[in-house]
């Protein structure tokens, strides 16, 4: 069987793309990308601690499936307020909009 | 599955992830982006059928692929002008933001490889859906019915912020 620290090593390595990816990008729908990727590294946590350590109790895929419930809120909360942004001062470039920034 | 069949799917799954992955942040143009990021949920949830999770792995591509992706690529369609090759699409603190990156990574790595995680020997039940469903109807019922209403409520919202004025 697959050791489980490659699974974790994994979601590890993917959790720190995504961060590079919301830290590093200016446009504010490649910074929710970001946030996806991270979001999936995490379900794969989930999903590996679930079936090496309690395999019978199935709890950590019942918590990913309310991370993608939540992941799917987020996504669409959050595109909506990038149109929004879009739509009132014609950017989405997160550096440009610094109204409440000083 | 054969051992060795499950190691090479895991080679390639995890090789197609990460490298996805990266490209998803590195990519000039943003929406060939959200393409890569396509395919990284889709070998994630080849990962999800190698951890023997299939219900996961089906509600992977449905509302990820089939929903999120979509959603994206419509943000990106609607606010026009940043999909271009020319536009720069990493700020100023790129280099600081990789050096973070790499720094968590080492730690987290490090961490993970070294602690003596305490394996299971169990397997899993053969079929888990009807299991799923018996936990989110009964132990889980607060926390699914609460999913439902946040679901709802970032349905509002969502068309409330998008709606013309």
């Known amino acids: 069987m697959i050791p489980l620290y490659w699974y974790l090593l994994l979601a590890v390595a993917l959790f720190c793309i995504g961060v590079y990816g919301v830290l590093s990008r200016r446009n504010a729908v490649g910074i929710l990308m970001g946030i996806e990727l991270m979001l999936n590294a995490v379900n794969i946590n989930f999903l590996a601690f679930s079936r090496y350590i309690t395999p019978a109790l199935l709890t950590g895929q019942i918590v990913a499936i309310f991370v993608i419930t939540i992941a799917a809120a987020e996504a669409a909360v959050g595109l909506a307020i990038v149109i929004a942004i879009y739509r009132s001062r014609s950017t989405v470039n997160a550096d440009e909009i610094d109204l409440m920034k000083w | ?165």
């Open chain 2, 1 to 165: 599955m054969a051992e060795p069949a499950v190691y090479a799917a895991f080679f390639i799954l995890a090789a197609v992830t990460l490298g996805g992955a990266i490209a998803v942040v590195t990519a000039r143009n943003i929406l060939h982006s959200a393409l890569f990021l396509a395919l990284v949920f889709v070998s994630v949830a080849g990962l999800y059928v190698l951890l023997e999770a299939p219900f996961l792995a089906a509600v992977q591509i449905l509302i990820y692929v089939g929903a999120i992706i979509v959603l994206i690529l419509f943000a990106l369609m609607l606010t026009r002008r940043i999909t271009g090759e020319r536009v720069r699409q990493t700020n100023a603190q790129a280099l600081p933001a990789a050096l973070a990156a790499l720094a968590l990574l080492a730690v987290l790595g490090g961490l993970v490889a070294t602690f003596a995680w305490r394996v299971s020997t169990e397997s899993p039940p053969p079929n888990t859906v009807p299991l799923l469903g018996e936990a989110l109807m009964r132990t889980y019922m607060l926390p699914f019915e609460v999913a439902g209403v946040v679901l709802l409520v970032a349905l509002v919202g969502a068309i409330i912020l998008a709606k013309e004025r």
